[in-house]
């Protein structure tokens, strides 16, 4: 089996819309794959109806979190989305997207970058507004060769000139409402330090025995060295190690099933979750 556990559609930042991502999951060998948007589980219903044959879908989100001034990524899978204070939080930090993005934009006019936020809200479309939106407005600018060179200290990494933070959870209550929620949680791309400050390994012992599932282990923004440290710390604190590819379309390089989780890991997160079920359409069903 093929499992790739992180992966966004036209919901949030993705490029390609659930429909087209579950159809490109076939195409690319995968036996499952994870919808995991920021924030969201809008895209969930579309993938279910575009669901080919064979593939087994795993629904989730990608939450955002903080944990003392660093901001960190959640994923959480299998969750019931109508858990009504799981849903309120999503909800919280989907409505400070827009006027976060808007802060950025302005920031970034101020620095002599001409991108406007009409441009970025039509990049973003329906999906949940971010900052590969307008690193997006960027490229069109002419500012920056792609979207991932806005991601550093000059542009939109985190604490960069023109970054502006949002509500965030913080983890140890995200935990606690996707486990209230039925759901599991995996703590994504832990040390991609390309991306900014990392929390502490102090605290992903702290989030572990708070009830925290996996670390995200295989991840391009983690080198070799460091997917094997993440594997031997998953093994001392007792958590599953996942791989997933955190494909965004033609918004980042990664391909889908870059990256692949274990099927002995796979199971266990299912075996775990309560809220929801994966969903699998076979031939003739």
Known sequence: MRIDLHT???ASDG???PAELVRGAVAAGLDVVALTDHDTVG???EAIRALPDGLTLVTGAELSCRLDGVSLHMLAYLFDPDEPELARERELVRDDRVPRAQAMVDRLRELGVPVTWER???IAGDGAVGRPHVAQAMVEAGVIRGVS???TPEWLANDGRAYVEKHELDPFT???LVKAAGGVTVFAHPLAVKRGRCVPES???ELAAAGLDGIEADHMDHDEPTRAHLHGLAADLGLLATGS??????RKTCRLGEHTTAPAVYEQIVHRATGAAPVTRRSGG
């Open 174 to 176: 995200a935990i606690r």
């Open 8 to 10: 966004h559609s036209t």
């Open 15 to 17: 490029t390609d819309t």
């Open 120 to 122: 970025v809200a039509a």
């Open 245 to 250: 590819s955190d494909y965004h379309g033609t």
């Open 203 to 205: 605290a992903i012992a």
């Open 149 to 151: 060179d806005a991601f």
């Open 43 to 45: 895209g969930h219903a």
